[in-house]
């Protein structure tokens, strides 16, 4: 499976803007996916931004105040250079229904037509494609709209649902309430073929009727029999039950909401398990090589914040060798009583 994350996009459009023509002037995205990277090349662009419905009627979407747009304004019968951009291109369809809504309104000439992603260098229906990503594939902004949910494993906590709190996940009454009552969070509009889970069994009818209320579709349940949350803790039973079930199944991709569990299971099941923690796909023969480079990336991190954000007591510290102990005492007692 080739997965792409927001921030693949966002990295694929940033290494290619220099294809995008300098004369384009706005950008149009087709709904509703293609207004994404619309968005982000508008913005990258620093260029006016129009759904695609709403250029044909002569509307502009609303803009922050950033920069003055007095030359952009519409002209009837005179037509703009537009880049309009789908987030990617399989038959064509949706761009050459486009086409020919432009040709239609006289404006096809004006257009330049980009797909982020194809599954080829070359597309008829598109003027542009920054990058090539084959069969199968799936994006980040359409995974819960996707048909190979039929052959997928899904975590339900942290996917489904939010993850309960603390408070809420004390095997008891909170919990109970939890489950009843718990926000929803990605929503599959296909049927799921597996929920696994490492909820608990005696939780099954909780479970069902809040999936039926929310409305997800799916084939079969698994859960973790084990008598209670100590025993599953004591066992450290979660990624090695959603790892078991999932090494039985026919099933081709796990969709896990920690990167723990996620690299867990993919040891273990010697399959591939998407992690909604980091929205990247873990492979079993990359594995090690995916946890040294998630590794380094949080090390990277944790140093850019640290220079980013010097922890306070270190700004005290140069403030007061900076004022001296006497003047800088006397300003912090000032702020108290300002604060007072």
Known sequence: MHYRSIADLNATITRNLRQIPHDIDLVVGIPRSGLIPANMISLALNLPLADFEGFLQGRILAKGRTRALNSLTMEPGRPRKVLVVDDSINSGGSMLEARQKLAAAGLEDAAVFCAVYGLRDAHPEADLVLETVPRPRMFQWNLMHHKFLADACLDIDGVLCVDPSDDENDDGPGYEAFLSNARPFLRPTQKVGH?????????RGATQAWLAAAGIDYGKLWMLDLPDAKARRRLGAHGRFKAGVYAELDATLFIESEERQAVEIAR????????IETQTIL????????????ERQIARDRLRLSVERPPRTG???VARRLLGPSLYGALGRAAGRQGA
């Open 195 to 203: 929920l696994v889970t490492s909820r608990l069994e005696k939780y």
């Open 268 to 275: 273990l099941s010697r399959k591939p398990v998407l992690s």
């Open 283 to 294: 492979y079993p023969d990359q594995l090690e090589d995916q946890v040294r480079m998630r």
């Open 315 to 317: 700004l005290k510290q």
